[in-house]
């Protein structure tokens, strides 16, 4: 059985930056789409970023569109996520997880908290 297993969140002013990974454990997802999802208080969970299993095609919000970048190692099973010009709005528990279809996320990570200050 698989982990997966998130580090890097923290808290930024807005316009910082932060960078997480996921790193798998266990378990290779080599062949599979893995993304990052995230849940604000009082919001449902949201997809924010998606990587083919190649990582030749990569899918984002339109929130995060310009601003976030998804990518895969796969030779060291880890996928980051690279946010740049932060806003509150992206304050959130920011989950990793692998995809078993293309729209339904199988497997989780515990999650990690980012926080965005005013």
């Known amino acids: 059985q698989g982990q997966l297993v998130e580090s890097g969140g923290g808290l930024v002013q807005a316009g910082g930056s932060l960078s997480l990974s996921c790193a798998v454990v266990g378990q290779t997802f080599s062949t599979y789409t893995l993304g990052w999802l995230r849940q604000a208080p009082g919001k449902e969970r949201e997809a924010v970023a998606t990587?083919?299993?190649?990582?030749?095609?990569?899918d984002y919000a339109d929130s995060v569109k310009g601003r976030f970048t998804i990518s895969r190692d796969n030779a060291v099973n880890t996928i980051y996520l690279q946010m740049n010009s932060l806003k509150p709005e992206d304050t959130a528990v920011y989950y990793c997880?692998?995809?078993?279809?293309?729209?339904?996320?199988?497997?989780w990570g515990q999650g990690t908290q980012v926080t965005v200050s005013s």
């Open positions: 997880a692998a995809y078993c279809t293309s729209d339904y996320a199988c497997y």
């Open positions: 990587i083919s299993w190649s990582g030749d095609s990569t």
